[in-house]
């Protein structure tokens, strides 16, 4: 599995942007697909993420502003982004998690059982 994420740019306060990250290869064996970021000099963290029950969580600190989606055929989720702030300013990321083939046989899904995409910057200039 592959994952390319695109829609990064320079916005201003106040302004929206969306990502995308579309996924090619084995993408049968995806189970989950999230967001995540890392702001210059800090660690990597969870931004968006959806559970094996369809329900998406959201980091605190884009409750409310971020939206994450999934198209109908699961190769692509998107990340919403409205109100950018400049603390939102940072490398995105998506991740898949290949736990599908792990889930069948109701075994744990291996640690390294995950892909990540390149990154996209965002930056939010006030």
């Known amino acids: 599995v592959q994952l390319q994420a695109s829609g990064g740019g320079r916005v201003q306060v106040g302004e929206s942007l969306t990502l995308s990250c579309a996924a090619t290869?084995?993408?049968?064996?995806?189970?989950?697909m999230d967001w995540y970021r890392q702001a210059p000099g800090e660690a990597r963290e969870l931004v968006a993420q959806?559970?094996?029950?369809?329900?998406?969580n959201y980091a605190d600190a884009v409750q409310g502003r971020f939206a994450m989606s999934r198209d109908g055929t699961k190769n692509t989720v998107y990340l919403q982004m409205n109100s950018l702030k400049p603390e939102d300013t940072a490398v995105y990321y998506c991740?898949?998690?290949?736990?599908?083939?792990?889930?069948?046989?109701?075994?744990?899904?291996?640690?390294?059982?995950?892909?990540w995409g390149q990154g996209t910057l965002v930056t939010v200039s006030s």
């Open positions: 959806t559970t094996s029950a369809g329900v998406t």
């Open positions: 290869g084995t993408v049968d064996g995806i189970s989950a």
């Open positions: 991740h898949a998690e290949l736990c599908v083939i792990a889930q069948a046989m109701g075994v744990p899904c291996p640690a390294d059982a995950e892909v």
